[in-house]
């Protein structure tokens, strides 16, 4: 299976300021998804990033807010602009293994905003 | 959008102990998956079942998919500490079957 590595594991961020999170993984993957979970809750589907054109937004999230690079098959980011308060929580990338198969998940990145 | 309710929301039980674990939708599944998450880490795929009425042992968790495929349970024999985490059903759904739509959760708490 495949192995992802987060980076960082876990921050403590200023409000108003921008975090970019790293997603690494070992092998080259058709699909990588971005989750929100909050303190508490299960996995909220932000985002899909598509290699090499503009990622796919669940309903209630936008670009300006959460934009994500995608520049190959084994890399992506996540950065959280201009934080607040309500998007202290856990940020999780995956990976696919198929259609309709199960994700590969790294270790996450715990975020909390002063 | 298929919603997935988990039940109950949250567990402390005392080692030794047996539970289950629900996840319901008013949706046919295509196929389930249930993941355990422990503090610090990401979920881990435990099964996934696929076909109404199937069961499936892993050691001492069985699960079971309903045989309409709306609903599928996680009965846990003899609880340890180390089951201790976060139980998190999930379905493909959405606009593509690659994505995933997971469940509420049940947070699961085995007390020594």
């Known amino acids: 299976s495949a192995v992802i590595s987060q980076k960082p594991s876990r921050d403590i961020c200023q409000r108003g300021t921008s975090l970019t999170i790293q997603c690494q993984v070992d092998?080259?993957?058709?699909?990588m998804f971005w989750y929100r979970q909050q303190p508490g809750q299960s996995l909220t589907l932000i985002a899909t990033?598509?290699?090499?054109?503009?990622?796919?937004?669940e309903s209630g999230f936008v670009i300006d807010k959460f934009p994500i690079s995608r520049p190959n098959l084994t890399f992506s980011t996540l950065t959280v602009s201009n934080m607040s308060p309500e998007d202290s929580s856990i940020y999780l990338c995956?990976?696919?293994?198929?259609?309709?198969?199960?994700?590969?998940f790294g270790d996450g990145t715990r975020l909390s905003i002063l | 959008t298929q919603l997935l309710e988990q039940s109950p929301q949250f567990l402390s039980i005392q080692e030794g102990e047996n539970l289950t674990v629900y996840c319901n939708s008013l949706?046919?599944?295509?196929?389930l998956q249930w993941y355990r998450q422990e503090p610090g880490e990401g979920p881990v795929l435990l099964v996934t079942?696929?076909?109404?009425?199937e069961v499936k042992k892993l050691k001492r968790l069985t699960f079971q998919f309903g045989d309409a495929r709306k609903d599928s349970s996680l009965h846990i024999t003899a609880a340890q500490p180390g089951d201790t985490g976060l139980y998190l059903c999930?379905?493909?759904?959405?606009?593509?079957?690659?994505?995933?739509?997971f469940g509420s959760g049940t947070r699961l708490l085995v007390r020594p």
């Open positions: 995956s990976v696919d293994t198929g259609v309709g198969q199960p994700q590969h």
């Open positions: 092998s080259q993957v058709t699909m």
């Open positions: 990033a598509n290699q090499g054109s503009e990622a796919t937004y």
């Open positions: 949706s046919v599944f295509s196929s």
């Open positions: 079942v696929v076909t109404g009425g």
């Open positions: 999930a379905t493909p759904g959405g606009d593509s079957s690659y994505k995933l739509i």
